[in-house]
């Protein structure tokens, strides 16, 4: 039993010494317990509305009303019908509210009233809630104004028509594989850069390099142009697999997406390239390329839950995961067929992404040559 103690001691010393190891015990746990208690949250909230009163009487400003108190809907635009189309593909909106001319006298008359809730469906199981929500806040109204002689007896007095846009089959496939595509496209770009500059310094073959007449951003576009064109043609066959496997459509440009997924893969790429700058070992930079490409892809994407939904914290996070906008992107172009003024702001995103991390993995190399 003393030599298991002393073991045990001198193991305890050990790891308080090695502030790696205590840092991985101590922080990584409580780092997982916020990023999971946080990101997981089904529950949607902050859902962007728009509305399209055509009656403006004073049951339908109580029923937009009953929307935006009930905690789950922010009102962000109105709209006279013309301008759905572009709201719905920019992702300024998740639902329109519209109220048909009408309501209020139908509603005063007990004479059974309709109203449409247009629905983004790029995201099936988020529409799927909203509907839910939108169906129960008119069911509610609907309530208060029931006076037992609607046509129909027990039928309320007003009701909802939703449609679904993009996915009016509410297909999770439709949801699941643009996402799907984003994560095994990051995944594979950023562990394949990651692993190649640590092979270089394991073997030992960095030094020949450093002695070569070679700047260090020239390296770095060395290094990452043949992955880019590998990384590019696996991209697009899991695109056309897709397509053929799950019924994908492609309602926009292959020029667009092919532009978007190039913006995408350079920031991955560029991504590697840095981690394998900063990691002098394959087992290091693999857990690293791990770390910064599988959580944020998966969580704090918008590729599972809404980021709407998470906090305000957790929101600024998402600003620096290049996923989040490909997904708009890739979203926007398959199932919308939408071009570039509707998601240009995103594409931007990613080139700043792209230029910041290949300058970044440049500057750490320098540094290390001289």
């Known amino acids: 039993m003393r030599k298991v103690i002393a073991i045990s001691r001198k193991e305890l010393h050990q790891i308080v010494r090695d502030r790696r190891t205590l840092t991985i015990l101590l922080f990584v746990p409580a780092f997982f317990l916020l990023l999971y208690g946080y990101a997981l949250n089904f529950d949607i909230r902050h859902i962007g509305l728009a509305v399209d009163d055509r009656d403006r009487s004073p049951e339908s400003r109580s029923l937009i009303s009953a929307f935006v108190n009930s905690g789950y809907f922010d009102l962000v635009a109105s709209t006279d019908g013309a301008r759905t189309a572009t709201l719905m593909d920019r992702n300024d909106v998740r639902a329109v509210l519209v109220i048909p001319s009408g309501l209020g006298r139908a509603v005063r008359t007990d004479t059974a009233a309709i109203v449409q809730v247009l629905l983004n469906g790029d995201n099936a199981n988020t529409a799927t809630t909203v509907m839910g929500y939108a169906i129960t806040i008119v069911g509610s109204e609907s309530a208060r104004y029931q006076r037992g002689?609607?046509?129909?007896?027990?039928?309320?007095?007003?009701?909802v028509e939703p449609r679904v846009w993009y996915n009016p089959q509410l297909r999770s496939a439709l949801f699941l594989v643009p996402g799907l595509i984003a994560y095994i496209a990051m995944i594979t770009a950023v562990v394949s850069t990651a692993l190649s500059i640590v092979r270089e310094k394991e073997r030992g073959t960095m030094e020949q390099v450093r002695m070569a007449p070679l700047d260090a951003f020239s390296f770095v576009v060395g290094k990452t142009a043949p992955y880019?064109?590998?990384?590019?043609?696996?991209?697009?066959?899991?695109?056309?697999?897709?397509?053929?496997?799950?019924?994908?459509?492609?309602?926009?440009?292959?020029?667009?997406?092919?532009?978007?997924?190039?913006?995408?893969?350079?920031?991955?790429?560029?991504?590697?390239?840095?981690?394998?700058?900063?990691?002098?070992?394959?087992?290091?930079?693999?857990?690293?390329?791990?770390?910064?490409?599988?959580?944020?892809?998966?969580?704090?994407?918008?590729?599972?839950?809404?980021?709407?939904?998470?906090?305000?914290?957790l929101r600024a996070v998402t600003y620096g995961v290049p996923a989040r906008y490909f997904l708009i992107a890739l979203r926007g172009i398959v199932l919308k067929g939408a071009g570039f003024e509707a998601f240009w702001i995103d594409l931007v995103a990613l080139s700043m992404f792209a230029a910041l991390v290949l300058t970044f993995a440049a500057v750490r190399l320098r540094r290390q040559w001289t």
Not at 149 to 158: C, D, I, K, Y
Request: proline share 6%; no cysteine.
């Open 149 to 159: 002689s609607t046509p129909g007896g027990n039928a309320p007095l007003v009701s």
């Open 228 to 313: 880019f064109v590998v990384s590019l043609a696996s991209a697009m066959g899991i695109i056309v697999v897709a397509m053929l496997l799950f019924d994908l459509p492609m309602r926009g440009s292959w020029l667009v997406l092919l532009v978007a997924l190039s913006l995408f893969l350079a920031g991955a790429l560029g991504l590697g390239v840095f981690i394998s700058s900063l990691a002098d070992t394959q087992q290091v930079a693999f857990q690293l390329a791990l770390l910064t490409s599988f959580l944020p892809t998966l969580m704090l994407s918008g590729f599972i839950f809404p980021i709407s939904s998470m906090p305000l914290f």
